[in-house]
Nanobody, 122 residues
Framework: QVQLTESGGGSVQPGESLRLSCVIS?????????MTWFRQAPGEEREGVALIDNYGGTVYAASVKGRFTISREDAKNTLYLQMNSLKPEDTAMYYC???????????????WGQGTQVTVST
């Protein structure tokens, strides 16, 4: 099965940057696998942040477009999320997920990491 491990979270001030990483332990993926980032604040539903497909196409939530960049390094089975100009509303637990369906909604994915916490505050 697929195992995912996120890292790179932390506590920063508004305007600062972080880069999240997600290592997928299994290289067994099909040709249509998507890699995604979601986030969830306490008491709120999980929200899609960004998606990258096998063609290199990307989708971003409107709230992060222009500030975040999703990328993948397939040789290392690693997914990245570069987060610039962070805002307090970006505070959440960030999760990566990978799967064959290329839809930025939680129900499309069965394998999740444990998350990495991002806190943005003054």
């Amino acid at each position: 099965q697929v195992q995912l491990t996120e890292s790179g979270g932390g506590s920063v001030q508004p305007g600062e940057s972080l880069r999240l990483s997600c290592v997928i332990s299994s290289g067994n993926r099909n040709s249509v696998m998507c890699m995604t980032w979601f986030r969830q604040a306490p008491g709120e539903e999980r929200e899609g942040v960004a998606l990258i497909d096998n063609y290199g196409g990307t989708v971003y939530a409107a709230s992060v477009k222009g500030r975040f960049t999703i990328s993948r390094e397939d040789a290392k089975n690693t997914l990245y999320l570069q987060m610039n100009s962070l805002k307090p509303e970006d505070t959440a637990m960030y999760y990566c997920a990978a799967g064959p369906r290329c839809v930025l909604q939680p129900s499309a994915f069965g394998y999740w990491g444990q998350g990495t916490q991002v806190t943005v505050s003054t």
